[in-house]
């Protein structure tokens, strides 16, 4: 791989995209600007953080199928490790703030509360993903296989968009944004899978 592919403007872009807002929210909590409850607000925006990340890496095949941008498939990876970076911070905050980092505590929560036990099966969801998304992996399981398993994404997109439903009280602005987002994401695939298959059908 040459120099110039492995740091391209696109990736370093990307790389730019997915690190300022840690750097921004660390020196907003250094500066002591992240309002009155400080541990909520970084539950609360790396949640958020996660879930964009997440919906950009389900973007990126309607970009590369529907408009012919190859170049956003390269992107996938690190899009979706992103979002697995974000969530990790988001569970760590949630464990060392909200539960004092009492394990005991955490397994309770999960167990009496739904948006939680939602969030976390998403999060469990997105480790195997997260652990083979190297190109190693996807030698060694086959691109099937790897497909197949990497499906899951969808099922951790649901997760998300009821997670982050479940929490608000008030204003479904933003949880409605999201999950209409990824429900058209998802259409968008389903469509493109019956086009294909009828495709394939008329040529047979
Ligand atoms: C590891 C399991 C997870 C736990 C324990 C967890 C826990 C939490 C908690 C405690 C909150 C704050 C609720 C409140 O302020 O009332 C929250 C909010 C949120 N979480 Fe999670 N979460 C998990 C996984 C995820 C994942 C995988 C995503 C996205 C991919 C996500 C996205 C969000 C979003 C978008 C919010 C709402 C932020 C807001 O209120 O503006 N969470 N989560």
């Known amino acids: 791989m040459s120099l110039f592919r492995k740091f391209s403007v696109q990736s370093n872009i990307l790389f730019l995209n997915g690190f300022v807002p840690l750097v921004a929210l660390s020196l907003d ?3 002591g ?3 009155a409850n400080p541990p909520e607000a970084i539950i609360r925006t790396t949640g958020v953080l996660s879930i964009i990340f997440l919906v950009l890496t389900l973007f990126v095949t309607p ?3 529907g408009l012919k941008l190859n170049w956003a498939l390269p992107h996938r990876r690190n899009l979706g490790l992103w979002s697995f970076y974000y969530a990790c911070i988001h569970l760590i905050a949630y464990i060392a703030f909200d539960k ?3 394990l005991d505590d955490v397994i309770a929560d999960i167990v009496k509360r739904p948006f939680i036990l939602v969030g976390f099966m998403g999060f469990l969801l997105m480790i195997p993903l997260a652990a083979t998304s190297n190109t190693f992996s996807l030698k060694k ?5 790897w497909n197949l398993l990497h499906k899951a994404t969808y099922l951790i997109s649901i997760a998300a968009a ?3 439903t479940m929490i608000v009280k008030s204003d479904y602005f933003y949880p409605t944004l999201f999950s209409v987002a990824i429900a058209i994401l998802m259409l968008w695939r389903v469509r493109f899978q019956i086009a294909k298959r009828r495709n394939l059908h008329l040529k047979h």
């Not at 399981?141 to 296989?145: D, P, Q």
């Open 29 to 31: 909590l250094y500066n």
């Open 141 to 145: 399981l086959g691109i099937k296989k």
């Open 100 to 102: 004092s980092g009492k």
């Open 63 to 65: 970009l590369v199928r």
């Open 162 to 164: 009821i997670h982050f």
């Open 33 to 35: 600007q992240l309002g």
